[in-house]
C-alpha cells in the first residue's frame, strides 16, 4: 500500500510540472508579442521624431525663402522711391517698405525659435536613437531566451507525459480513478501532506486517531475536510 501512495504522492507532482509547463506554453507567446509591442513603440517615438525634425527644416527652409523674398522686395520698394514724383506716391512706398522690414523682422525672430528647437530636436533625436538601439539589443536577447524556452517546452514536456504514464501504469485502477475525481474537483490537487496533525491541502487539524493510522500507510485516507488524498510526510519533530 506504501508503494501505491508513494506512486500517487509522484503521480501528483508530475501532474503540477505538466501544469506549469502548460502555463508556460501559453505566457511565453504573450511576453513575446510584449515585447514586440514595446519595440515597435519606442521605433515609432523615434520616427516621430525623425518626422518632428524634418518638420523644422522644411519650416526653416520655407522661411528663409520667404526672409529672402522679403529683402529682395524692400530693395524693390527703395529703388522705386527714386522714381516716385508725389509726396503721396513717398509715403506710400515707405509705408510698403515698413511693412515688408517688420515682416522680415516677424520672420527673423520665428527663424530664431525654429533654430532654436531644430538644436532641441535634435538632441533629442540622438538621445532616442542611442535609446533605441539599445533597447532593440535587449528586446532581441530577450526574445532569444524567451523563444528558445518556448521550444524547448515541448520536448520537456514529452517526457514528462512519458514519465507520467508510466507512474499511471503502476497504480491500481481504483486508486488512479479516485485520483483523477479528486483533482477535477479540486483544481489539480488531489494528493497533499499531513504534518503534525495538519492537512496541507486545506490547513485543518486532522483527528489523532486518523493522523496515527496514516501514519501506518495502510489504506488510502481522505481529509475529512477537503477530501483529498492525504500522505503522512516524515518530517523531524512530527508529532
Given at each position: 500500500m506504501k508503494e501505491q501512495i508513494l506512486l500517487l504522492v509522484e503521480l501528483q507532482n508530475i501532474d503540477l510540472e505538466i501544469e506549469k509547463f502548460m502555463l508556460r506554453k501559453v505566457d511565453l507567446p504573450k511576453k513575446i508579442i510584449r515585447l514586440d509591442e514595446k519595440l515597435k513603440a519606442v521605433e515609432v517615438e523615434l520616427a516621430e521624431s525623425g518626422q518632428r525634425l524634418d518638420k523644422l527644416k522644411a519650416d526653416h527652409k520655407a522661411k528663409e525663402t520667404a526672409l529672402k523674398n522679403g529683402i529682395e522686395n524692400s530693395k524693390k520698394?527703395?529703388?522705386?522711391l527714386l522714381e516716385v514724383k508725389t509726396n503721396k506716391e513717398y509715403e506710400a512706398?515707405?509705408?510698403?517698405?515698413?511693412?515688408?522690414n517688420e515682416k522680415s523682422?516677424?520672420?527673423e525672430d520665428e527663424i530664431i525659435h525654429i533654430l532654436e528647437e531644430i538644436d532641441r530636436v535634435s538632441e533629442d533625436l540622438k538621445v532616442k536613437e542611442s535609446e533605441t538601439t539599445s533597447y532593440h539589443s535587449k528586446c532581441e536577447n530577450e526574445k532569444g531566451k524567451l523563444e528558445?524556452?518556448?521550444?524547448?517546452?515541448?520536448s520537456a514536456l514529452d517526457d514528462v507525459l512519458?514519465?507520467?504514464?508510466k507512474i499511471r501504469s503502476g497504480i491500481k485502477a481504483k486508486f488512479l480513478k479516485k485520483f483523477?475525481?479528486?483533482r477535477d474537483r479540486k483544481n489539480g490537487r488531489a494528493v497533499v501532506p499531513a504534518r503534525k496533525e495538519i492537512c496541507y491541502g486545506c490547513h485543518m487539524n486532522i483527528p489523532p486517531q486518523m493522523y496515527n493510522e496514516l501514519q501506518k500507510n495502510e489504506r488510502l485516507i481522505l481529509c475529512p475536510h477537503c477530501e483529498r488524498i492525504i500522505y503522512w510526510e516524515d518530517r523531524d519533530n512530527d508529532a
Open positions: 520698394a527703395k529703388s522705386r512706398t515707405l509705408k510698403e517698405i515698413d511693412a515688408i523682422s516677424g520672420i528558445k524556452e518556448l521550444s524547448s517546452i515541448g512519458q514519465k507520467r504514464n483523477d475525481i479528486i
